[in-house]
């Protein structure tokens, strides 16, 4: 699980708006595994995990979303005090800018995942799958 595929698209900040996404996802089928959602401007900037991008992208077309896909680092923690403080060290002695990060559930053992957005996506897919194996 050392890479996901992420959607970035940008919805009104008004009431509802998101909720018509969500919905239009699940009703095709689409399960968010992470998400982030960031007002600015009169605008959401929201990022996802999902569990089909295939069908996602169809759905963010359906509803006339223009999207970016992006690779993503991501790593499944423990749930327990220090692991974002561990792996986010093994980044940052690597030399990897963590650009932004959030979580979500592993949808086969509701484990806590982290989604890093870092430009090195391989290298730090690599170290946090070493990093997740030594814990």
Known sequence: MPTSKELTFHLEDRPGSLAKVCRALADSGVNILAFQSIASEGKGRVRCVVDNPIVAKRVLDNEGLSYSEAEVAQVRLR?????????????????????????????????????????????????????????
Do not use: W
């Open 79 to 135: 749930h327990r005090p220090g692991e974002l403080a561990r792996v986010s060290a093994q980044l940052g002695e690597a030399e990897i800018n963590i650009k932004y990060a959030y979580c979500g559930v592993d949808s086969t053992s509701n484990t806590p995942v982290m989604i890093f957005g870092v430009e090195e996506v391989e290298q730090a897919a690599a170290i946090l799958d070493r990093t997740a194996a030594a814990a």
